[in-house]
């Protein structure tokens, strides 16, 4: 237990000295106290799922115009450090789990955790996880053999603005401000996605889709972007914030699930 300091007061020669010494060297002692404990609760943030998020750096590393922090996973936590100092900003740790892949848009940290769960973290100030979002059967997935987490978290669109999922079953778009899911991506009957196999292309995401025997799996890649599966003639959904929607856009389906290809 590390000692506490103490504070000499200069002696009194009357009681009522004495007990007015008494009271400043509490006070005191417990201002000592109280430091440790006020830097703990502003430094360590709990939050559901077993999040923690601790701050390394000061206000003024995270002020308007300081770049990102570069992310990278170190064991069972994310760490964020400054790109030119090499600094630790920020760490993201969950209780029981520890993170498999990462990915980062402008403000945004994402994580995908070995219990399936995926997070959007504040990547300037690592201050609070914006959502969680689960897919059905990824932790399963992902437990079933080493390395499978790569190419999982793909961002789409403009400055990242969504986030695609990319699992054997299916592709799910999540917009990336408020964790909305906007669109799902079935894989074909016979047919599973593969996300290590996938390239960008322009502003498409390219994803290989085998169908067992049939074929190269050359032959079932299939390209998506922010507002969906890119096909010719499609209608694609609006990602807009509803406030930030034109008034004069009309009416558009708020999700959908697109037909597999």
């Not at 004495?18 to 106290?33: D, H, I, K, P, Y």
């Not at 669109?157 to 299916?170: E, F, H, K, Q």
């Not at 190269?216 to 096909?231: E, H, Y």
Request: charge should be positive; include cysteine; charged fraction near 20%.
């Amino acid at each position: 237990m590390t000692a506490l300091p103490t504070t000499t007061l200069p002696a009194t020669a009357t009681g009522g000295g004495a007990r007015s010494g008494s009271r400043l060297a509490l006070a005191l002692v417990s201002a000592v106290l109280a430091v440790p404990l006020v830097t703990a609760a502003h430094q360590s943030r709990h939050a559901p799922f077993g999040d923690q998020l601790t701050v390394h750096t000061a206000a003024s590393a995270t002020a308007p115009g300081a770049p990102d922090p570069v992310l990278r996973s170190a064991g069972p936590r994310v760490e964020a450090r400054d790109p030119r100092s090499g600094a630790l900003r920020w760490v993201h740790e969950r209780t029981g789990h520890r993170p498999l892949s990462l990915a980062a848009a402008p403000g945004h940290a994402f994580a995908l955790w070995s219990d399936g769960l995926v997070t959007d973290t504040e990547r300037t100030t690592g201050d609070a996880v914006r959502w969680h979002r689960a897919l059905p059967g990824l932790a399963d997935w992902l437990a079933a053999g080493p390395g499978r987490a790569a190419g999982v978290l793909q961002p789409l669109g403009p400055r990242g603005r969504m986030l695609a999922v990319v699992t054997p079953r299916r592709i799910a778009a999540y917009r990336v401000p408020d964790g909305d899911l906007r669109w799902v991506l079935p894989a074909a009957g016979g047919c599973a996605f593969e996300p290590r196999r996938s390239v960008r292309t322009g502003g498409a995401l390219l994803v290989a889709q085998p169908c067992g025997g049939r074929g190269a799996w050359t032959s079932g890649v299939i390209a998506v972007d922010g507002l969906g599966r890119i096909v010719p003639g499609r209608t694609p959904l609006g990602n807009e914030l509803p406030e930030d929607r034109p008034k004069s856009q009309g009416h558009r389906p708020e999700k959908a699930v697109t037909r597999p290809g």
